[in-house]
């Protein structure tokens, strides 16, 4: 079993994907493009951001906000922010594409522009990527090892961090594993927009009440992680932000290490090298 820094029996990290307008038109251009729909992704950069910046600030912890290349270039002042916050910002498409299919080449070529977008902001590199939609290709890991990335925080199927395989053989990528029931997509999504309709919204005391009874199984199994996954859009709404809040505020109370997603990886890499 993993064991987290100092004695701690689960490690925490508080993810944002800030999306704006490519989580409508990310997931079809056609049919969720509509105004409607993408002021909502406005929303998330003229709003939502600043909630959970201020909220991250008072609370004192760092979060990992994966950021479409898109996104950077339309809000950079925002990105900007989130960098001299301390926060880590990684790879998360361009235009936040959900295509199957694609060419190594094609994905290749859009890293590199993402890639140079956010270092003319920050001045730093990418280390983690999240794939829009969840959509990993057969060549993402080898991908990123080539890039120089060293985690992924896309699949669903662990509570602890692993290392993935190339061609059987265990590589230097970790993953981060999450799951819908701690995205506050599952919970807030809500589209009357075919195909995608949805109606009706949870209240956040539903979210919050979930994610607090998650925590205390996961602690209570020790070595896991819980990869919290919000998006500004939806958990910056002003009742939303308090539910948030309270959790945060549960975890900081609890035997936990909450940082961001490239701490947890490089510990996990230090320890398998170790």
């Known amino acids: ?28 251009a056609q049919v969720l493009s509509a105004p409607g729909n993408t002021m909502r992704g406005e929303y998330g950069a003229k709003e939502g951001i ?7 600030k008072e609370s004192q912890i760092k979060g990992t906000f994966f950021v479409p290349g898109w996104v950077a270039e339309k809000y950079a002042q925002q990105v900007a922010l989130i ?25 290749a070529v859009r890293m590199a522009q993402c ?9 730093r590199k990418m280390v983690g990527y999240r794939a829009p939609g969840g959509v990993m290709h057969p060549f993402t890991v080898e991908l990123l090892k080539e890039r ?19 061609n059987g053989m265990e590589s230097d990528i970790v993953e981060l594993c999450s799951d819908q029931s701690l995205d506050d997509n599952t919970y807030f999504f ?14 956040p005391c539903v979210m919050l009440e979930c994610w607090q009874r998650d925590f205390a199984v996961l602690k209570e199994e020790g070595g896991r992680i819980m990869i919290i996954k919000c998006h500004p859009q939806l958990i910056g709404r002003p009742l939303r932000i308090e ?32």
Request: hydrophobic share 35%; with cysteine; net charge negative.
């Open 148 to 166: 120089n990335y060293f985690y992924s925080s896309s699949m669903k199927d662990a509570d602890s961090p692993y290392i993935h395989k190339i």
């Open 190 to 203: 809500f589209c009357l927009t075919a195909p995608y309709v949805r109606r009706g919204i949870n209240p």
């Open 83 to 107: 960098h001299a916050g301390g926060h880590e910002i990684g790879y998360h498409g361009y235009l936040h594409e959900q295509v199957r299919g694609i060419a190594k080449e094609e994905e």
């Open 243 to 274: 539910a948030l809040r309270e959790f945060i505020s549960f975890v900081l109370k609890e035997d936990a290490w909450v940082t961001t997603c490239e701490e947890i990886a490089r510990y996990v890499l230090a320890e398998k090298q170790g």
């Open 50 to 56: 600043y909630r959970v910046l201020d909220l991250l």
């Open 1 to 28: 079993m993993l064991q987290w820094p100092d004695g701690k029996k689960i490690a925490v990290a508080f993810t944002f994907d800030f999306d704006a307008e490519t989580y409508w038109t990310g997931r079809d």
């Open 115 to 123: 890639e140079e977008i956010m270092q003319s902001i920050t001045g």
